[in-house]
């Protein structure tokens, strides 16, 4: 399961949350929809309707947002397709499969790959905190696919690991270059294919 287009922010807006979170729920729908770049600090500003004074009081650089944005899905908004790792009502296999899961939502939406992937290539090597976020998250949700593949059993699950998450890596990026949610559908028969032959093999064998 990729990362889809957020929701709009209009309903936070009305609901009279602070001003803070109102421009991270903006940052969190124009950034990952629209693209960093693409999105100034004028429209942020308007969609969480906020004053340019208490935009900067908050955030005094756009870099500053983008780091927070990032940092919210490791904590407060984790991605669907990684929070799957960590479902209760699912075998350990199961979850390593369900990471691949279709995705979900209008069809007509652009699919838009992992907010991490996509502030690094926006970033160029010019936003040096960005790419140590991206870098400290892909480690960390590599690490849980080991830990994972060895709770499944399988005969190495640091190789598994790895090689479920350079499949899904490269689903996410294919999938967004080519607005093609089919490519999970291939990803998660590699995957499986990869788990069958990972929980049969002979330890040391």
């Not at 807006?13 to 950034?31: D, K, N, S």
Request: proline share 5%.
């Amino acid at each position: 399961m990729g990362m889809g287009a957020t929701t709009s922010i209009s309903g936070a807006v009305r609901g009279g949350r602070g001003a803070r979170e109102r421009i991270l729920r903006a940052a969190e729908e124009l950034f990952y929809t629209r693209g960093i770049h693409a999105t100034g600090v004028a429209a942020l500003i308007e969609a969480a309707h906020v004053s340019p004074r208490t935009f900067y009081a908050h955030f005094p650089t756009k870099n500053a947002l983008v780091e927070e944005y990032l940092r919210r899905f490791e904590s407060e908004t984790p991605i669907a397709a990684e929070a799957e790792l960590e479902r209760d009502d699912l075998s350990p296999a199961q979850r390593l499969l369900a990471i691949f899961n279709p995705l979900e939502g209008d069809p007509s939406v652009l699919v838009r790959g992992c907010p991490f992937h996509n502030a690094v290539i926006e970033g160029a090597g010019q936003l040096p905190e960005v790419a140590r976020l991206a870098q400290r998250h892909k480690h960390a949700f590599r690490d849980r696919l080991v830990a994972t593949a060895a709770e499944a059993g399988a005969a190495d699950p640091e190789a598994l690991g790895r090689q479920l998450a350079v499949i899904f890596e490269g689903a996410n990026a294919l999938a967004a270059s080519c607005n093609d949610a089919q490519v999970f559908t291939d990803a998660r028969r590699a995957a499986k294919t990869l788990l069958d032959i990972a929980l049969n093999a002979v330890p040391g064998g």
